[in-house]
T-cell receptor, first 116, second 112 residues
């Protein structure tokens, strides 16, 4: 089946630094990739949608300059949390869809970000 | 219009019982309704999905029932097992936007 790999699974960083999270579709070309944020015991909140080679579309209330998304190829999207603060600590999850997934959504395993 | 309302928030079922989780939506443009299972610290995994042209879909112990007129859909887990203990999310999307809108989640505990 379609596989989405997300890396790293866990990261701890200091306040003020930037962290990059990678999302790769391993065996299919992802037409669109999505980034979600999930707080403990809560649902997934869509942050942004990205298409290869174009600018990401951010959801209302999500800071574009803080959460930089790059979708450089049909198999790779990255989320960079810039100038991280403790309130950015969360579980970040990507998903991707494409013809291989019959345009359903395959999720990565998530990244636990802790900002200290 | 974009919301998907999910209930109950939590559910406790005995092993072998039936777990039922319900969702309701308002946006009639939604045309894809998946259910996801999520274990702690992991991403959601697709369980089963349905499109509005059918009223029921069954895969193994998992069944989706879909009521288009009521704008409701539900997940039934038959013969629930302790390994089914997880958080379940319903979701919905439309071909026009491809955005997947999630319900609030249901924490299922299946007692041995």
């Amino acid at each position: 089946g379609a596989v989405v790999s997300q890396h790293p699974s866990r990261v701890i960083c200091k306040s003020g630094t930037s962290v990059k999270i990678e999302c790769r579709s391993l065996d299919f070309q992802a037409t669109t990739m999505f980034w979600y944020r999930q707080f403990p015991k809560q649902s997934l909140m869509l942050m942004a949608t990205s298409n290869e080679g174009s600018k990401a579309t951010y959801e209302q209330g999500v800071e574009k300059d803080k959460f930089l998304i790059n979708h450089a190829s049909l198999t790779l999207s990255t989320l960079t949390v810039t100038s991280a603060h403790p309130e950015d600590s969360s579980f970040y999850i990507c998903s991707a869809n494409g013809a291989r997934t019959n345009y359903g959504y395959t999720f990565g395993s998530g990244t636990r970000l802790t900002v200290v | 219009q974009q919301q998907v309302k999910q209930s109950p928030q939590s559910l406790i079922v005995q092993k072998g019982g039936i777990s039922i989780i319900n969702c309701a939506y308002e946006n009639t443009a939604f045309d894809y309704f998946p259910w996801y299972q999520q274990f702690p610290g992991k991403g959601p995994a697709l369980l089963i999905a349905i499109r509005p042209d059918v009223s029921e879909k069954k895969e193994g112990r998992f069944t989706i029932s879909f009521n288009k007129s009521a704008k409701q859909f539900s997940l039934h887990i038959m013969d629930s097992q302790p390994g089914d203990s997880a958080t379940y999310f319903c979701a919905a999307s439309s071909l026009s936007s491809y955005k997947l809108i999630f319900g609030s989640g249901t924490r299922l505990l299946v007692r041995p």
